[in-house]
């Protein structure tokens, strides 16, 4: 107990140094997007004038990424939790194949996945140039992290009993899956939802390779403030980007813990 309460303000004062040293990046670029000129800093005084810029060059971008977020959860869960759950109960040799050949989008850089995608289906033009390409490419990198998670839970030993129970007072397949499995497996399934949905988000490489002019998201229009614009406009759509996501990251966060409580109660 010594040792415990004499090392407690030593590993105190390194969490907070390291915080400080993780946050102080973030709060300059902050500031940056909030003053005249960052060269002089705080004397040329504040403006909102550079977030009303970004607003105006890039304010689309906001909806579409949160749009394509959203709807690559929901491709998610549609394809990755019958496909959690097959994995789950089959031990051939083929499944542990596939499970190893779902998670390569994830080993491969996001550049080569996206190249991949577009020497395979970029010759359809209408599809290549609309979101729905960009979709496939979120999903594709998106689904072995819905589909891990959820797998370990359908792999309980519990939900084996519960099922084998449900089966012998003549619950149908899709009776024990949709009534039984899935309402079991809800915590992981939730908290594989918020894995996509901050992925798909932050996702730059990636979409980076698929976009066009007219399907930027937030990440794609940040590098490219950067890269064309003054300082100050790049962090104000850093800015802008914390606004948009952080309360959404926090309610998704905060549904979590709602859902694994009343579960766990």
Known sequence: MRTTTSSAPILLLI???????????????????LVNNYSVGLKSGLTLRWLLEVWEVYGNTVGWSLALAVACVGGTLLLGVPCAYALARSRSRGARAFEELLTLPVAVPGLATGLALILAYGQFSAFRQSFAFILVGHIVFTLP??????AAAFQRDDLHALEEAARTLGASFGQRFLGVLVPAVFPAIVAGSLMVFTLSVGEFNLTWMLQTPLTRTLPVGLA???ASMRLEVGSAY??????????????????AKLVQNHHGT
């Not at 969490?15 to 997007?33: C, H, K, Q, R, Y």
């Not at 992290?145 to 959820?150: A, H, N, S």
């Open 145 to 150: 992290y819905m589909v891990r998670i959820v």
């Open 238 to 255: 850093t800015l802008v980007f914390f606004i948009v996501i952080l309360p959404v990251l926090w309610g998704l966060q905060s549904l």
């Open 224 to 226: 490219d403030s950067y």
């Open 15 to 33: 969490t907070l140094l390291v915080s400080a040293f993780m946050l102080a990046p973030m709060l300059l670029s902050i500031m940056a997007g």
